[in-house]
């Protein structure tokens, strides 16, 4: 689950960067408070669901998609 949630946030980092989104138009977007904003700018993730990560990109505009994989043979 950590990695899934560090790739969620490292896309929503990468997404805020292509579409030059400030931190004040970014409180707007995901209708967060400016100290939840600077928690996610600055990496601190770890009371996040899945979900909200998410929920974040959507509103970015993101279509988000889950699929699995069975492991490969060793």
Same mark, same amino acid.
């Given at each position: 689950?950590? *990695? *899934?949630?560090?790739?969620?946030?490292?896309?929503?980092?990468?997404? *805020?960067?292509?579409?030059? *989104?400030?931190?004040?138009?970014?409180?707007?977007?995901?209708?967060?408070?400016?100290?939840?904003?600077?928690?996610?700018?600055?990496?601190?993730?770890?009371?996040?669901?899945?979900?909200?990560?998410?929920?974040?990109?959507?509103?970015?505009?993101?279509?988000?998609?889950?699929?699995?994989?069975?492991?490969?043979?060793?």
């Amino acid at each position: 689950a950590l *990695i *899934i949630k560090a790739d969620l946030h490292s896309k929503v980092l990468e997404t *805020i960067t292509k579409q030059k *989104i400030t931190p004040r138009k970014l409180e707007k977007i995901l209708d967060l408070p400016p100290l939840r904003v600077s928690k996610l700018l600055n990496g601190r993730i770890s009371t996040l669901s899945i979900e909200k990560l998410i929920s974040y990109l959507e509103k970015l505009g993101v279509v988000t998609s889950v699929s699995f994989k069975p492991k490969k043979a060793s």
